[in-house]
Nanobody, 118 residues
Framework: QVQLVESGGGLVQPGGSLRLSCAAS???????MGWYRQAPGKQRELVAA?????????NYADSVKGRFTISRDNAKNTVYLQMNSLKPEDTAVYYC???????????WGQGTQVTVSS
């Protein structure tokens, strides 16, 4: 089992930046890691994902391309989401996700609130 703990959320003005972190309780080397978000009244959606191992492959939702960057530090068992040029529509609870490439088990963090408002 993998426990995921997100941090770094908060209130930021439009155009600002935040960096989310997701710390795992064990090695994430064999896990595809992702960030999802869920706004009030909307379905949870994929924001960004990074491949297992060295993280050579990433993909992003069209709405965040060019503004958000996902990265991983396997030595620290941590995944990051750098969010720049934030917009009010980025307001949501952001969740970290880990999906094993060995057995397809999936784990979720508890979420961290991001609010973009002036």
């Amino acid at each position: 089992q993998v426990q995921l703990v997100e941090s770094g959320g908060g209130l930021v003005q439009p155009g600002g930046s935040l960096r989310l972190s997701c710390a795992a309780s064990r090695s994430i080397f064999f896990y595809v890691m992702g960030w999802y978000r869920q706004a009030p009244g909307k379905q949870r959606e994929l924001v960004a994902a990074i491949s297992n191992g060295g993280g050579d492959s990433t993909n992003y939702a069209d709405s965040v391309k060019g503004r958000f960057t996902i990265s991983r530090d396997n030595a620290k068992n941590t995944v990051y989401l750098q969010m720049n040029s934030l917009k009010p529509e980025d307001t949501a609870v952001y969740y970290c996700n880990a999906r094993s490439i060995i057995n397809t088990l999936t784990y979720w963090g508890q979420g961290t609130q991001v609010t973009v408002s002036s």
